[in-house]
């Protein structure tokens, strides 16, 4: 599974921006995805993931209540809605595929992973 996230830059806090990761091909339905992102200095750590027929998420409390992450099958991609941004959600963000059946958060479950889009959130 090829992963091409986009959609990073800079932005205010308190801003929204919203990261798109593209996976073209037949079998992108087939996949659990999600989003972690890793802050300078940083271990990679969960965001978000949303199950296969987007009908379940999962959030990291750092934040719930501001990001939404959804997928269109028909467009073989998944969103990262962020809003209320703040400095401390400056990362780079990663896509990730899992064929694991439920919903996690563990890094070494997702086999799959995009190059990264960074995402700067200015004070």
């Known amino acids: 599974v090829q992963l091409q996230a986009s959609g990073g830059g800079l932005v205010q806090a308190g801003g929204s921006l919203r990261l798109s990761c593209a996976a073209p091909?037949?079998?992108?339905?087939?996949?659990?995805m999600g989003w972690f992102r890793q802050a300078p200095g940083k271990e990679r750590a969960f965001v978000a993931a949303?199950?296969?027929?987007?009908?379940?998420?999962l959030y990291a409390i750092a934040v719930k209540g501001r990001f939404t992450i959804s997928r269109d099958n028909s467009r073989d991609t998944v969103y990262l809605q962020m809003s209320s941004l703040k400095p401390e959600d400056t990362a780079v963000y990663y896509c990730a595929a899992t064929s694991r059946a439920v919903l996690i958060a563990n890094i070494p479950d997702y086999a799959y992973w995009g190059q990264g889009t960074l995402v700067t959130v200015s004070s």
């Open positions: 949303v199950s296969r027929n987007n009908d379940s998420t």
């Open positions: 091909g037949r079998t992108f339905s087939r996949y659990a």
